[in-house]
């Protein structure tokens, strides 16, 4: 495999574990983790939302979650693949995990035309112009409360961790 050409085969497998994870009663999503250098799969895992409880355990989340569990704690060096163009949410944490780049099979627009996935404040069309929106008009209702140093714990760790 070339070090920068997106395979098939592994998007391929993201979508086998999605449809796999909902013949098993989950969500239709899965990530799969490869290295980019060798072509060799380094983690896959599942939507495990249904399973769990838990409205955070989407695919790449738990794939995320999992490989740090196992001393990984960046996906720099790696691919990933997915079933779908990733949730905010989803999008958040890759942007953190810092991998080479992020493939998915169905685009936004696919996905919403068989799948919705809102919640009480947004839906899937919605979502990513929500979390964009000023503070003032997302749909969740977010307020600052005032205390008396907010900035505390950030100069803390600044001092500590910064020379």
């Known amino acids: 495999m070339s070090e920068h050409t997106p395979s098939a085969r592994h998007t391929q497998r993201a979508v086998d574990l999605a449809l796999s994870n909902v013949g098993a009663g989950g969500k239709p999503f899965a990530c799969v983790v490869v290295e980019r250098a060798t072509g060799e799969v380094v983690h896959e895992a599942t939507n495990q939302v249904a399973q769990s409880g838990d409205v955070s355990a989407h695919a790449e989340i738990t794939a995320i979650r999992e490989l740090a569990a196992?001393?990984?704690?960046?996906?720099?060096?790696?691919?990933?693949?997915?079933?779908?163009?990733?949730?905010?949410?989803?999008?958040?944490?890759?942007?953190?995990?810092a991998?080479?780049?992020?493939?998915?099979?169905?685009?936004?627009?696919?996905?919403?035309?068989?799948?919705?996935?809102?919640?009480?404040?947004?839906?899937?069309?919605?979502?990513?112009?929500?979390?964009?929106?000023?503070?003032?008009?997302?749909?969740?209702?977010?307020?600052?409360?005032?205390?008396?140093?907010?900035?505390?714990?950030?100069?803390?760790?600044?001092?500590?961790?910064?020379?």
Do not use: I, K, N
């Open 70 to 97: 196992g001393g990984r704690t960046s996906l720099e060096g790696c691919d990933v693949y997915v079933t779908a163009y990733p949730c905010p949410m989803c999008l958040g944490a890759l942007y953190y995990a």
């Open 99 to 163: 991998p080479e780049a992020v493939h998915f099979a169905a685009t936004r627009e696919q996905e919403g035309e068989h799948y919705e996935d809102g919640g009480r404040y947004m839906t899937l069309a919605t979502f990513y112009d929500e979390v964009a929106a000023p503070v003032d008009r997302q749909r969740l209702p977010l307020a600052q409360v005032g205390v008396d140093d907010p900035t505390e714990p950030f100069r803390r760790w600044t001092e500590r961790h910064v020379d």
